[in-house]
């Protein structure tokens, strides 16, 4: 990214309820964002067509998957981002399966930096991951095992990790009554946007 140029945010909504918390929060910080100047492309993993990692090994020499589904201007998206927007509901202790299926396919990104010894980040992108989240229950547990696997995906492109998780929500548009849930996404979504500005 050079400096005058907006930074591209990849915005990635991992809940399949429309209308729900995630999508409130996305929106919200996706808003911020894009006041400070920052170009949103979104990425709807429960509409897209791919399948899950394979394991079938076509990646390993080359560091590209060779599946042909949606998951390609995925992969394109993430070469192009300057930082993601991930948000996902906790579901059973993890993010909801259609984000876990896009993230097991970051195997190609994992093989192109730990196989070949070429990472993302050899091009010199830092790609900060901020990932926005909700639970129903206050499980401090699964709060931390989510988050295990939500920054293994950033490690792929060499990504730093922050995240803004909030518990006991439940309901449909519930995170509209928290204090400061909104706000608070909506400032980060700005502070993104005006730090890779900064640091284009
Ligand atoms: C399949 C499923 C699994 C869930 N698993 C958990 C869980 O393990 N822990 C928890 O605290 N809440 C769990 N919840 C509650 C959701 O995290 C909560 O309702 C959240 O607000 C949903 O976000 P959304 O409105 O964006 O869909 C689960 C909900 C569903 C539908």
Redesign the pocket.
Known sequence: MSGSKQPLIAAVLG???RG????MLLEAAVRGAEEEGAVVEWVRPNQMKFVACQHCGGCAATGICVIKDEMQTVYDLIERMDAMLLAS?????SVTAQVKAMIDRSQALWARKYLLHHPLSADGKLRPLLFLS??????RG?IRATRRVVRSFGDTWDGPYEDLIF?R??L?G?IADHWTALPQVHAAGQELAVRLQQEG
């Open positions: 809940s399949p309820r729900g918390n995630t999508e509901p906790i579901y059973f202790g909700v639970l129903g229950g206050r499980s699964q518990p929500i439940d449909q519930e």
